[in-house]
C-alpha cells in the first residue's frame, strides 16, 4: 500500500525518533511502515542501504526541535 503525505503532516513520536536518528546513523533500520512513510513525504531518500535526509528531512527536525512542547 503506497502512503502518500504532506511533508508537514503530524508525526508520531516515534516516527521523529525514526528521523532523528538517521541524521545520525544513515544505516539504522527502521521499521518498514516509518520508512515508506518519511519516504512519501520526501523526508527521507535512499540510496543504496542507506537512508538520508533530504533538506525537508532537515527543516523538519530543525522546526521540531525549535517548536515549543506543553506541560
Same mark, same amino acid.
Given at each position: #500500500?503506497?502512503?502518500?503525505?504532506?511533508?508537514?503532516?503530524?508525526? !508520531?513520536? !516515534?516516527?521523529?525518533?525514526? $528521523?532523528?536518528?538517521?541524521?545520525?546513523?544513515? =544505516?539504522? *533500520?527502521?521499521?518498514? !511502515?516509518? %520508512?515508506?512513510?518519511?519516504? !512519501? #513525504?520526501?523526508?527521507?531518500?535512499?540510496?543504496?542501504?542507506? $537512508?538520508?535526509?533530504? *533538506?525537508?528531512? %532537515? =527543516?523538519?527536525?530543525?522546526? *521540531? *526541535?525549535?517548536?515549543?512542547?506543553?506541560?
Amino acid at each position: #500500500m503506497k502512503i502518500d503525505r504532506n511533508s508537514r503532516a503530524p508525526l !508520531s513520536p !516515534s516516527q521523529l525518533a525514526s $528521523l532523528r536518528g538517521l541524521r545520525t546513523d544513515p =544505516q539504522r *533500520e527502521l521499521w518498514g !511502515s516509518h %520508512r515508506q512513510l518519511l519516504l !512519501s #513525504m520526501g523526508l527521507i531518500v535512499a540510496n543504496g542501504d542507506d $537512508l538520508i535526509l533530504t *533538506e525537508a528531512g %532537515r =527543516q523538519r527536525l530543525n522546526y *521540531e *526541535e525549535r517548536a515549543p512542547t506543553l506541560s
